[in-house]
T-cell receptor, first 114, second 119 residues
Framework: AQKITQTQPGMFVQEKEAVTLDCTYD???????LFWYKQPSSGEMIFLIY??????QNATEGRYSLNFQKARKSANLVISASQLGDSAMYFC???????????FGTGTSLTVIP | DTGVSQDPRHKITKRGQNVTFRCDPI?????LYWYRQTLGQGPEFLTY????????KSRLLSDRFSAERPKGSFSTLEIQRTEQGDSAMYLC?????????????????FGPGTRLTVL
């Protein structure tokens, strides 16, 4: 079975601090992609970062980095130097290479405190 | 605007009516996805097209739901005999998936969604 688990319904972080959003996944596929999306209150889903299961290095994209621990099946998102505009819902998603479905977690609501 | 567009943005209908939503993907994207998102949940996959072929459908997609992508460009999602449980945000996404290698990269670009309310 394919499953994404985000155990933090809500998180708070002080502006300019770093925050880690947790994501664990379950799949029997040997090859897959992991994605993080941001969904502001306006509703659109914004792609943040991608990690392939065979990528040797952790993905980074500006202030976003992905802490990928394959053996533990975790793909945590780290946001450095948080900004007020980072306040939003964050979704972790997985796309097994054997299929075309994307599996999303239930999301984490991040609030950045000034 | 060259992003994914969806129409309408909002739809209010009475139970039992039929509704149709449209999605215009990014023009060069061959893959198109429909998702349903209810409050407090992540998007749930409904169906997937590669060009005009519908290659995958979720078990969530009951017989009342039908999707088409007749020319491999825009897509429509129709819900017949709507029920209150169909109230949700319906998201469309497109991608230009690159296959090959050990992990294929398949970034999806999402549209703004159509919010359906069934009274």
């Amino acid at each position: 079975a394919q499953k994404i688990t985000q155990t933090q319904p809500g998180m708070f972080v002080q502006e300019k601090e770093a925050v880690t959003l947790d994501c664990t996944y379950d799949t029997s596929d040997p090859s897959y992609g992991l994605f993080w999306y941001k969904q502001p209150s306006s509703g659109e889903m914004i792609f943040l970062i991608y990690q392939g299961s065979y990528d040797q290095q952790n993905a980074t994209e500006g202030r976003y980095s992905l802490n990928f621990q394959k053996a533990r099946k975790s793909a945590n998102l780290v946001i450095s130097a948080s900004q007020l505009g980072d306040s939003a819902m964050y979704f972790c998603a997985m796309n097994p290479n054997t299929g075309n479905q994307f599996y999303f977690g239930t999301g984490t609501s991040l609030t950045v405190i000034p | 605007d060259t992003g994914v567009s969806q129409d309408p943005r909002h739809k209010i209908t009475k139970r039992g009516q039929n509704v149709t939503f449209r999605c215009d993907p990014i023009s060069e994207h061959n893959r198109l996805y429909w998702y349903r998102q209810t409050l407090g949940q992540g998007p749930e996959f409904l169906t997937y097209f590669q060009n005009e072929a519908q290659l995958e459908k979720s078990r969530l997609l009951s017989d009342r739901f039908s999707a088409e992508r007749p020319k491999g460009s825009f897509s429509t999602l129709e819900i017949q005999r709507t029920e209150q449980g169909d109230s949700a945000m319906y998201l469309c996404a497109s991608s230009l998936g690159t296959s090959g290698g050990l992990s294929s990269y398949n970034e999806q670009f999402f549209g703004p969604g159509t919010r359906l309310t069934v009274l």
